[in-house]
């Protein structure tokens, strides 16, 4: 079967950084996705990784590797802004999104 | 990156009533489409998959008799929940794949209040 894990929750500080982990096993990959979700609110695009290696965007950064089945989400000088769930997605060989069931990030001051 | 419009962000009904739920693509062609549902502290569920022109795909256990789905233009889905029941009421989201890339972008969501 296909199966996306990551943690449940997390709690940082203001200010640090924080790795959120995603491993996975699909039927084929085409692209792995990070997805940011306020309460309330739909769910952001934060980042796509397709081939092995860091992408940096601003204060956030995505990992992967292929081989590993493994990805993860850095975000760095924690904002109290960024507490929210994190969603990590692969799109498997149909192109269909496997969706994990989200990290809640919870920032202390 | 590309904007999909969804509307209405919030509709409260009484049980028994039909809603209509409409999904736009802005500035892209999108023909295919998908229709998410969210309960309180619960993961993404996707319910179906619409597809332009052609009949919509329904995840197991998703009745498509109560969610009727309508792909008519490479920028609009609509959702449309039939009869509607309190234990319809949940967060409703559809989403639209980048061509290019793949990438799914999300309508802002609507929230279905069934009393």
């Given at each position: 079967g296909q199966n996306i894990d990551q943690p449940t929750e997390m709690t940082a500080t203001e200010g640090a950084i924080v790795q959120i982990n995603c491993t996975y096993q699909t039927s084929g990959f085409n692209g792995l996705f990070w997805y940011q979700q306020h309460a309330g609110e739909a769910p952001t695009f934060l980042s796509y990784n397709v081939l092995d290696g860091l992408e940096e965007k601003g204060r956030f950064s995505s990992f992967l590797s292929r081989s590993k089945g493994y990805s993860y989400l850095l975000l760095k000088?924690?904002?109290?802004?960024?507490?929210a769930s994190y969603l990590c997605a692969v799109s498997d060989s149909n192109y269909q999104l496997i969706w994990g069931a989200g990290t809640k990030l919870i920032i202390k001051p | 990156g590309a904007v999909v419009s969804q509307h209405p962000s919030w509709v409260i009904c009484k049980s028994g009533t039909s809603v209509k739920i409409e999904c736009r693509s802005l500035d892209f062609q999108a023909t295919t489409m998908f229709w998410y549902r969210q309960f309180p502290k619960q993961s993404l569920m996707l319910m179906a998959t619409s597809n332009e022109g052609s009949k919509a795909t329904y995840e197991q256990g998703v009745e498509k008799d109560k969610f009727l789905i309508n792909h008519a233009s490479l920028t609009l889905s609509t959702l449309t929940v039939t009869s509607a029941h309190p234990e319809d009421s949940s967060f409703y989201i559809c989403s639209a794949p980048d061509r290019d890339v793949n990438i799914q972008y999300f309508g802002a969501g609507t929230r279905l209040s069934v009393l």
């Open positions: 000088e924690l904002q109290m802004k960024d507490s | -």
